[in-house]
């Protein structure tokens, strides 16, 4: 099982330090949320499973450049979004955001994509909320072409452009794209692609979600593809529940084994020993722990 850890639960000054302190422990991945927009007269109404962590006076970042700053810090850790919205972007924006970020980690980059849930932000950029699955799946479909081939022309419904050169492409040509979301396009939408990124969830409910992933993979005829089921725990993980997570079918479990963010620091330390990570040592990065 590798371990990620959620940067987005603790207060941004932390991040440098906690993503470092990730790096130097032996996880696997640090991961940040991403909206564009909060509007401050329409509340937070529409959240998958209840109340919604943010309001509108949560401060907010563009994740690709907090992520490089990370990226500049650390050397081996991973740098995700969970999860970026894609389709409230233009791709030709959004693959060079995450070309160049790929560019500074040296292909370390997951972009975690997501539909969306919160009208109120397309709404903002006048952008249509029904049509947000079908833009984020142009904006995939752009993203990788853009990665991958010399030049591209594009004549879909949102995005058309006429034909262009991309240079750089990202180190592997490629930026791994997992989906996140519980309902059933996005598990459809998962499974076309290279992941999926649960909710907060227990093993039980992320079990059945990646035995659908496995039923729409095999259908589609991508069973063999690689793919990476990325589980979000509810708070931490013991190493004797370890066990239960992989029967669900976890790749990786992004865990939170900290009530208070002051404390997240300590936190990841005792866990690192309790779960025998492998400690890759000092960074050689600047890492003022407070």
Known sequence: MRFGVPLGLVHPDGWHDLAVAADELGFDSVWLPEHLVLATGAGMRGYPGGRAPIRPSTPLYDAPVRLAALAAATRAVRLGTAVYL????????????????????????VLGAGAGWYRAE??????????????????????????????????????????????????????????????????????????????????????????????????????AAPFEVVAHAEGGCRPDETAAWTAAGANTLVVRPWERGRGALAAIERFARDHALASRGPTGATARRG
């Open 86 to 109: 894609l389709g409230l972007r233009h791709p030709l924006a959004s693959a060079r955001a995450f070309a160049t970020l790929d560019g500074i980690a040296g292909g370390r980059t």
């Open 122 to 223: 397309w709404d903002a950029v006048g952008a249509p909320f029904a049509e947000r699955g079908r833009r984020l799946d142009e904006a995939i479909g752009v993203l990788r072409r853009l990665w991958s081939e010399e030049a591209v022309a594009h004549g879909g419904p949102h995005f058309p452009f006429p034909e262009v050169a991309f240079e750089p492409k990202p180190p592997r040509r490629a930026i791994p794209i997992l989906i996140g979301g519980e309902s059933p396009a996005a598990l459809r939408r998962a499974a076309r692609n290279d992941g999926w990124i649960s909710m907060p969830a227990p093993p039980e409910r992320v079990a059945a979600a990646a035995a659908e992933l496995r039923r729409l993979r095999a259908e589609a005829g991508r069973d």
